[in-house]
DNA sequence: TCCAAGTCAATATG
DNA sequence: CATATTGACTTGGA
């Protein structure tokens, strides 16, 4: 139903004459690539292409995606999507036949694809498979026999164990865990699984806000204080900064470039902040992507503050989970620093109640590599709080860097190949929602930390790093 | 070593 | 059942 005019069909054609048609005869056994010479080393390492691939070409995809010209992630799903729901065919089924991911990936890649300029040659892999499935006439029909034969097989299996009430067949490969015994105990050897609370995700968030990039003293408290391992933390926070960049990506693309300097969206500005987030349901576009989670700490300032947040936590020994936690102390966001040595500079009191302005620049400056830490926590937190008014700095932040914005020069080849996609541009498609702009904000507040991050560590080096946020 | 990017796989949700 | 979420692991780069 939904629209999907778009005259595409014909970027497609260029993947695929490169997949079906070049590479003559040049059979393959151990490839003797056609191409450049380029890299001698690796490479083959192996099989690699386990999955069909259709029709099998000479080409490996591995060869496939480095030849690939631009393609257009997002309607590269779209349309997957489209031709799965519209065939009752599953992601698991699709995932493990065509893209040789699991279930979890492919719903993860669907929802939310990266823009191929981001994505680095194993992460385009899968989207150059979809191509070649959506280009493939029969795709949906060697789909459906798949599942066909999986059905027939279940039903076989389902046939064969009839008769016994227990089933249990281990069967499969590799040793069985033999005297298992009740499968109630035991189990422990495949670690349970962590879940965090959602007050420890909250403070986690919290302190992400502070210090996106936490220095290994800050995680050990974090971990101390969460009752966390310490490893865990760690995680989260590799997990949530790549998953913070993943949604500034979709916004990238949604919004479409449009990053008109000058007046922008004037209006509002200030306020926002005051009470409720009210996330404006109002309306909304077909494909829900609602998603704004990584942002919500929705921490409109007030009351609260001082304290580590944390301090909680600290006299409660017991075993973190299950128990409550007070959950008591709101936003308190403050550093939760001071809680070790830390002496020099103390965070600024300051509470962040209204009237709190930034301290609008703090990042060119930085000059001192050593120390970095504080000072960039400070400023950063600072202005994440503020959010807002801290804005002014980021605009100008940009400015001094230039952002290429959606950059994607192509370049793919030499432009001769006209017809090579453009997609791509759909951008004023869904022109802008500034419904969401307040989470975007959010988003982008953060992303400035990791920006400045990255200007740290490059400011005590020289080369003219290519900076693309 | 740290980090980012990709994934997996357990488990939430629908 | 299917799809979505997410902590942990794997790779590859510096």
Request: proline residues 7%.
């Amino acid at each position: 139903a939904p629209e999907s005019p778009m005259s595409s069909s014909e970027s497609v054609k260029s993947l695929t004459e490169l997949v079906q048609q070049p590479c003559p005869a040049i059979e393959t056994s151990k490839d003797s690539k056609p191409h450049e010479s380029s890299e001698p080393p690796v490479s083959e390492s192996q099989s690699t292409t386990p999955l069909p691939l259709s029709g099998h070409s000479a080409l490996s995809i591995q060869e496939l995606v480095a030849v690939s010209p631009e393609l257009d992630t997002y309607g590269i799903t779209k349309r997957v999507k489209e031709v799965l729901t519209d065939n009752n065919l599953g992601q698991r089924l699709f995932g493990e036949t065509i893209l040789g991911l699991t279930q979890g990936s492919v719903s993860d890649l669907l929802a939310r694809p990266k823009p191929w300029h981001k994505l680095s040659l194993k992460g385009r892999e899968p989207f150059v498979r979809m191509q070649l499935w959506l280009n493939d006439p029969n795709n949906v029909e060697k789909l459906m026999d798949m599942k066909r034969m999986e059905k027939k097989a279940y039903m076989k299996r389902r046939h064969s164990s009839v008769s016994d009430s227990q089933p249990c067949e281990p069967s499969s490969v590799g040793i069985d865990y033999s005297q298992g015994a009740s499968p109630q105990p035991q189990h422990q050897l495949k670690k349970p699984r962590v879940v965090l609370a959602p007050e420890e995700k909250e403070a986690l968030k919290r302190a992400y806000q502070q210090k996106p990039y936490p220095s290994p003293k800050t995680i050990e408290e974090l971990a101390t204080q969460l009752n966390l391992k310490t490893s865990t933390v760690i995680n989260w926070f590799h997990n949530y900064r790549s998953r913070i960049r993943r949604e500034l990506f979709i916004e990238e693309i949604q919004s479409g470039s449009q990053s008109q300097a000058g007046s922008s969206d004037s209006p509002s500005e200030g306020d926002s902040c005051d009470g409720v987030d009210t996330e404006g349901p109002p309306e909304g576009k077909p494909s829900g992507l609602e998603a704004d989670e990584y942002s919500n700490a929705t921490t409109k300032s007030q009351g609260g503050q001082a304290e580590s947040a944390f301090e909680a936590g600290e006299e409660v020994p017991q075993d973190a989970r299950s128990s409550e936690k007070t959950e008591s102390f709101h936003l308190g966001m403050e550093s939760l620093e001071d809680t070790d040595d830390e002496s020099r500079l103390k965070a600024p009191r300051q509470s962040s109640p209204p009237g709190s302005q930034s301290s609008g620049e703090t990042l060119e400056t930085m000059p001192n590599s050593a120390t970095e830490e504080d000072a960039s926590t400070s400023a950063a937190s600072t202005s994440v709080l503020t959010g807002e008014s801290s804005f002014k700095s980021k605009e100008s932040s940009e400015k001094i860097l230039s952002l290429p914005s959606t950059s994607s020069t192509l370049a793919a080849g030499s432009q001769k190949a006209n017809s090579i996609q453009s997609l791509f541009n759909f951008s004023e498609a869904v022109s802008s929602k500034n419904t969401r702009d307040n989470s975007l904000r959010k988003k982008k507040a953060a992303n400035l930390n990791n920006i400045i991050h990255r200007l740290e560590k490059a400011a005590s080096r020289e080369e003219p790093v290519e900076w693309e946020f």
